[in-house]
């Protein structure tokens, strides 16, 4: 099993990759990832020469009947109270799910972070002895043709499902006037960093060891109640997973993954004190997925926030992956609840925006609470597309009925494709917050047309929105994307979350911004 497409980003003009360093190390002597583009090690022997392969597999789709049972079963919601984490953070707390790697050494490539084509080494240094030195001619590779499974789901009978969810009354909130603001001033970023690696192999949090997370990504977050932070992962994998992007055979897939933190000094990263478990050291898939390509690959969170002692979750149903890097194909985008502090989760089966030929907006949702009304900022499945803004009176969020969107200056019903693009350009993976400090909104999102995730601020949701400011450039950091916003940034200190395609894992970042003028 491996899954394509939540990648593809244009990197721009080639820029003078930084100078080489060292893999970070945590304390506990683990090497982790860096998402820098780096120059090579200088002392390292130039790498062999890459022989041709014996073989050249060219993959042909292979239609396959594939019996889906409907409806969907109902999601395991199997919990435990997590153990404390010990003391000694080097200290492996269930060595009897996951052996204590040994001391890595300096002078070997242990870390795990090797790039996608790892495997080639073998195959070079084999190459090299048998071939290139021996004067034989080069051999032509041999073209196979290797059978690819694409599946054709057939639904068939299955067994019982969620019970069926009564229907909210409808409400149809008449049209009413939205003007835009006048435009904020442009922001400053007077510096932007990486402050530390937050998931995987070799993080100070040591995702891998306690919680069986060794490749993830996204990081969206919002305060759950005071003093503590959720911080949701996409499609996540253990035990059994290699650099490369997501995806692996036998690698302990599950489609998300929640964990908290009350870390407050976010100057040197970010800490995780639990993750939300099903057993003891493994963290638990919130949202179920069917997990069968062409009906429901997998199931990505999008935003989150809470309202008194509910927690909402915005998501989007993968209906597959592009092989067109940067598209994906969505069901339909909804809204999850949990009443047990984001344990448990029920995806409510009327608040969906179902992608009518593939072509509907608010598939990837950003939302919002402010004043009363929650505030949806959304773009259509994959990168290409526009920011449209929704907006719900708090009490109805679960009503689809009861959503204005907003369309050439009025908040107006049942219009969520007339939506009016609320800055030129195309998006994705936005993060939205309210600004207590300043006063205005700010809004990330990858830019991919431009090679970066970038950041504009407004006086009010539907704008007017500055021109963009980049926060990252994928020339810095290849395959980046993401950019979701930590709710305790300042109007001067943005820390967001950035993933990274090839190590697959999250990180921090901060951006330091000028003061207004």
């Known amino acids: 099993m491996v899954l394509t497409g939540y990648v593809g980003i244009p990197v721009p003009a080639q820029a003078a990759p930084h100078p080489w360093a060292p893999l970070p190390v945590?304390?506990?002597?683990?090497?982790?990832?860096?998402?820098?583009?780096?120059?090579?090690?200088?002392?390292?022997?130039?790498?062999?020469l890459v022989p041709v392969p014996p073989q050249i597999d060219i993959p042909i789709p292979v239609p396959q009947?594939?019996?889906?049972?409907?409806?969907?079963?109902?999601?395991?919601n199997t919990r435990i109270v997590a153990d404390p984490l010990p003391a000694d953070p080097c200290r492996n707390p269930c060595p009897d799910i996951r052996d204590t790697p040994e001391p890595e050494s300096s002078d070997e490539d242990e870390d795990g972070a090797a790039p996608p084509e790892s495997g080639s080494g073998s195959g070079s240094a084999a190459g090299s002895s048998s071939g290139s030195g021996s004067g034989d001619p080069v051999k032509l590779p041999r073209i196979q043709i290797e059978p690819e499974i694409e599946p054709?789901?057939?639904?068939?009978?299955?067994?019982?499902?969620?019970?069926?969810?009564?229907?909210?009354?409808?409400?149809?909130?008449?049209?009413?006037?939205?003007?835009?603001?006048?435009?904020?001033?442009?922001?400053?970023?007077?510096?932007?960093?990486?402050?530390?690696?937050?998931?995987?192999?070799?993080?100070p949090n040591r995702t891998d060891m306690r919680w069986q997370v060794d490749g993830t990504d996204l990081g969206l977050m919002w305060e759950t109640k005071p003093g503590e932070i959720a911080v949701v992962f996409g499609d996540t994998f253990g035990a059994g997973w290699v650099p490369g992007g997501a995806g692996g055979d036998d690698a302990d897939w599950r489609s998300n993954i929640l964990a908290y933190s009350t870390d407050r000094d976010l100057s040197d990263g970010l800490r995780l004190d639990t993750m939300v478990q099903d057993s003891r050291c493994h963290a638990a898939e919130l949202l179920g997925s069917r997990k069968i390509e062409n009906w429901e690959t997998t199931t990505i969170p999008t935003s989150g926030f809470?309202?008194?002692?509910?927690?909402?979750?915005?998501?989007?149903?993968?209906?597959?992956w592009s092989r067109i890097p940067g598209l994906w194909w969505t069901n339909y985008g909804g809204i999850a609840y949990s009443d047990d502090n984001?344990?448990?989760?029920?995806?409510?089966?009327?608040?969906?925006?179902?992608?009518?030929?593939g072509l509907s907006r608010f598939?990837?949702?950003?939302?919002?609470?402010?004043?009363d009304h929650v505030y949806m900022f959304g773009t259509p499945n994959g990168r290409v597309g526009v920011i449209g803004l929704a907006r719900v009176p708090k009490d109805h969020v679960l009503n689809k009925t009861a959503y204005q969107y907003w369309v050439n200056g009025t908040w107006a019903p049942a219009s969520e494709n007339l939506a009016t693009p609320l800055v030129p350009g195309i998006a994705s993976e936005l993060s939205v917050r309210f600004d207590t400090e300043s006063g205005l909104w700010q809004m990330s999102y990858l830019d991919s047309a431009r090679g970066a995730i970038v950041l504009r601020t407004a006086a009010q949701p539907q704008g007017l929105w500055t021109e963009p400011v980049p926060l990252v450039s994928t020339a810095d950091y290849p395959k980046a994307y993401g950019g979701f916003i930590h709710p305790w940034s300042t109007g001067r200190d943005l820390y967001f979350t950035l993933s990274e395609w090839d190590s697959y894992n999250v990180y921090l970042m901060h951006a330091r911004l000028a003061p207004p003028d």
């Open 26 to 48: 945590n304390e506990c002597g683990e090497a982790g990832f860096d998402p820098l583009d780096r120059a090579p090690d200088p002392s390292a022997p130039p790498p062999p």
């Open 65 to 76: 009947l594939t019996p889906v049972p409907v409806p969907d079963p109902p999601h395991d």
């Open 152 to 203: 054709i789901p057939i639904p068939v009978p299955g067994g019982p499902g969620e019970p069926p969810q009564p229907a909210p009354p409808p409400v149809v909130n008449p049209a009413e006037p939205g003007p835009v603001a006048s435009p904020a001033a442009l922001p400053r970023v007077e510096s932007a960093r990486l402050v530390e690696q937050v998931t995987g192999h070799g993080s």
């Open 306 to 320: 809470a309202l008194g002692e509910r927690q909402y979750m915005s998501y989007m149903s993968v209906n597959r």
């Open 342 to 357: 984001g344990s448990t989760w029920v995806k409510d089966q009327h608040a969906k925006w179902e992608n009518l030929f």
């Open 363 to 371: 598939q990837v949702a950003a939302m919002v609470p402010h004043g």
